[in-house]
């Protein structure tokens, strides 16, 4: 699961650690630090780099920003360097710049554990089942085979496992989709 989490959610990093292991937070504003100490473990970080920075800034302090939050979101892993927004049209970004922090990026941002698992958490760990809150299924139209039957009874009784048989098999695809 991928967020995009506008504006600052930093007094949300309580709520946030509930997520499943593994989302990914796109964050716009914040504090990559608090970011980086609470969730860094669990869930794959990015953004915060100011997409406006590109547009008006000097290539070195566009470096400098890039390294920053390089420092405090790239070890350990969980990170994807990313910009806090996207660029409307061309004159959002210098491109020159952008060059430039994309190489910074490319030659700086290599993990030695590259393709090992960050946390030690289990997938079972974060799956919360509901599944006993819901009531239970009711629905005139799906009724079993036998009250089916006294509606629509078989031609021929050497016809009815057959029927059965696909009475069960559709129902309980609809039976599926509806959990």
Not at 8 to 31: N, S
Not at 39 to 58: E, I, N
Not at 80 to 94: C, E, G, P, R, V
Not at 131 to 152: G, N, V
Request: aromatic share 14%; glycine share 6%.
């Amino acid at each position: 699961m991928q967020i995009f989490l506008e504006g600052d959610w930093t007094r949300f990093l309580d709520y946030l650690q509930e997520l499943p292991q593994g989302t990914q937070m796109w964050m716009e504003y914040g504090d990559p630090r608090q970011f980086k100490d609470r969730l860094g473990k669990k869930m794959v970080l990015g953004g915060f780099y100011p997409m406006t920075l590109l547009g008006r800034a000097t290539k070195e302090q566009c470096i400098d920003k890039a390294k920053e939050l390089m420092d405090i979101l790239a070890p350990g892993g969980n990170y994807i360097f990313i910009l806090d927004k996207w660029a409307l049209n061309a004159n959002d970004i210098n491109p020159e710049n952008y060059r430039a922090v994309l190489e910074y990026i490319r030659d700086n941002g290599k993990y030695s554990n590259a393709g090992e698992q960050v946390t030690t958490a289990k997938k079972e760990d974060s799956i919360q089942k509901y599944s006993h809150l819901y009531p239970e299924f009711k629905s005139k139209y799906i009724i079993s085979f036998d009250e089916f039957k006294k509606e629509y009874p078989p031609i021929d009784e050497r016809v009815e496992p057959l029927m059965r048989a696909a009475y069960d098999k559709y129902t309980a695809i609809v039976n599926r989709v509806r959990m």
